[in-house]
């Protein structure tokens, strides 16, 4: 099993970028599918971004939220065992507790999982907060 921790979270500006961090430790990082998902007051878990494992240092498939693409860039660096969230153009509906979620998906093929419950291990959360 995989422990995650995230952090980078804070307060921004509408328009301004921040980078979120999920530190992973436990197992083999590069086997791992892992995703970004927020969770916004009252409102359900969503999906963000995932990435699929990755038999080299960085890349893997990647896919995102419509409400995302084109803002905001998934990445991972597998032997510093970190995953990242580039978030860029912010908008106050962005703002939200940021969870990063890893699941044992070792194929490359794998489908890129979108749904929270298909996710095992979950960090603790980030809070990101967009003000206008």
């Known amino acids: 099993q995989v422990q995650l921790v995230e952090s980078g979270g804070g307060l921004v500006q509408a328009g301004g970028s921040l980078r979120l961090s999920c530190a992973a430790s436990g197992d083999i990082f590069r086997a791992y599918a892992m995703a970004w998902f927020r969770q916004a007051p009252g409102e359900e878990r969503e999906f963000v971004a995932a990435?699929?494992?990755?038999?080299?240092?960085?890349?893997?498939?990647?896919n995102y939220a419509n409400s995302v693409k084109g803002r905001f860039t998934i990445s991972r660096d597998n032997d510093q065992s970190t995953m990242y969230l580039q978030m860029n153009s912010l908008k106050p509906e962005d703002t939200a507790v940021y969870y990063c979620a890893g699941r044992f998906a070792p194929g490359l093929s794998s489908p890129i999982r979108t749904m929270s419950g298909e996710y095992d291990y979950w960090g603790q959360g980030t809070q990101v907060t967009v003000s206008s």
């Open positions: 990435i699929a494992s990755s038999v080299t240092s960085t890349g893997g498939r990647t």
